[in-house]
């Protein structure tokens, strides 16, 4: 397996988590929020993003799986749990890659059950062609086309997660 295209480069990132900060901004005005975080995979893009937001804001984390190489299992695993209590705040579910939907849907509904005043979804990455579940995402980077990709977070076997770019990971021909 190699690395081979890239697909945004650190500069295409940042100028996107900018413009996604900036929708958070205007929308949240007034508003206090609590920024969720799905580990591992949304670590450097939930870091880079909370840089930006300008509105009082707590945050917490959900260590969350549902993969193994490059298959989803179909089944989530939580190895970590929100720490901060939800109820009545408006939480935003910060999200690396939204594939089958199979994750965030499980996680969504999961919080959903605790009463938040609200519950919106930001993920980077959106493979639209492989959705399962419908899940509402609120604020959005890019649609990718079907194919694994690595780097800013993403992993294949938990490497590569500290390329500062996404490039799409290959099958060795
Ligand atoms: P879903 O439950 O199928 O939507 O999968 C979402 C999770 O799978 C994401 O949080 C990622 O961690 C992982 N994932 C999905 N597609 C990729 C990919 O192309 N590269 C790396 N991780 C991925
Ligand atoms: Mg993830």
Redesign the pocket.
Known sequence: MVVGKVLFSPEDIQNKVMELADEINRDYRGSELVAIG?L???FMFFSDLVKHIKIPLTIDFIIA???IK?D?TGE?KIYYDLREDITNRDVLLI??????????NFLRERLLSRAPRSLKICALLD?KD?R?VDVPIDYKGFEIPN????GYG???DDQYRNLPYIAI?KKKV
């Open positions: 799905i591992k995979g949304a799986s549902s993969y490059t989803t989530v999200e690396d890659i939204v594939d089958t939907g199979i994750t965030l493979k492989r399962v194919e694994y990709v690595v993403l992993d294949f990971f």
